[in-house]
């Protein structure tokens, strides 16, 4: 089933390495001639750093001494479009594509992510994966009509059950579910958690929906992540239809046809 209005607001692809099969440093500097070598098209690159506080005690000192390390973590930047982001780390590639006005296709996104992480590895001399996953962000609209909110059945066909009789009604939740049938060679797990209201004038109920696929087996080369890309997308597919009822599956315009 294909829709004209689909919910996904983002997705994601990310690439791990083992760290014993880099060959080049990784630090501020490796990062801004991978910038500059490889993705010039994209801008306003950030180099993200963490800092580590040590923090000591020993007998019949007045009190305690601390250390801090400050270490290079990964560089994100934005495509000119702001539909593109990718995300370099020492041992990780991330590449997002952000919904602007419309949605693209899989294929467009798979291919696009591939070619951005072999451009990493060869920058890095890396050529061994070990493992891919893919991410899906959808945010779910559903109008109110009326003061006294809605039934989750009515429109979910995963959600946390609160006896009402017990409880009373539900206003906000976070949930998550490991999934391990979902998909062949992976871990998939569904988080689902309701978002602020907006204010008064806020007429829908919003929920964001999170999809994360990982795999549990190594994958070796951008052809074993391609054909595994292919699978856990098949998968997520599937388990959206799954997931919501026909009621809220009309919300998204299904085309003419599915």
């Keep these: 089933m294909e829709f004209k209005k689909p919910p996904v607001v983002e997705a994601w692809i990310e690439f791990r390495f083992a760290l014993t099969q880099e060959d080049s440093k990784w630090d501020e500097d490796a990062a801004r001639s991978l910038m500059k070598t490889c993705f010039e ?71 696009a992510a591939l070619s ?77 958690q309701s978002l602020p209201s907006m204010g008064e004038g806020d007429r829908e109920f919003k929920f964001s929906i999170d999809w994360h696929v990982s795999s549990v087996d190594k994958v070796e080369d951008l052809e074993a992540a391609r054909q595994w890309l292919d699978s856990a997308h098949d998968a997520l597919h599937n388990s959206f239809e799954k997931a919501f009822t026909p009621e809220c599956l009309a919300l998204f315009e299904p085309n003419e046809g599915d």
Aim: aromatic share 12%.
């Design 116 to 192: 951005a992480v072999q451009k990493y590895m060869g920058f890095r001399n890396l050529d061994e994966l070990t493992g891919v996953s893919l991410h899906y962000r959808d945010v779910v609209a559903i109008p109110k009509t009326d003061t006294s909110g809605i039934e989750f059945k009515d429109w979910f066909h995963v959600y946390p059950e609160v006896p009402k009789h017990s409880f009373g009604s539900v206003k906000a939740f976070t949930f998550a579910v490991q999934l391990p049938s979902m998909c062949e060679n992976a871990i998939a797990i569904l988080s689902i």
């Design 41 to 111: 098209e994209f801008v306003a690159a950030r180099f993200l750093k963490s800092m580590n506080i040590d923090v000591n005690m020993q007998p019949g000192q007045s009190g305690p001494t601390a250390t801090s390390e400050i270490s290079f973590e990964r560089v994100r930047a934005f495509s000119q479009s702001g539909e593109h982001c990718i995300q370099a780390g020492r041992n990780v590639f991330v590449f997002n594509q952000l919904k602007r006005a419309v949605w693209l296709r899989f294929d467009c996104i798979r291919d």
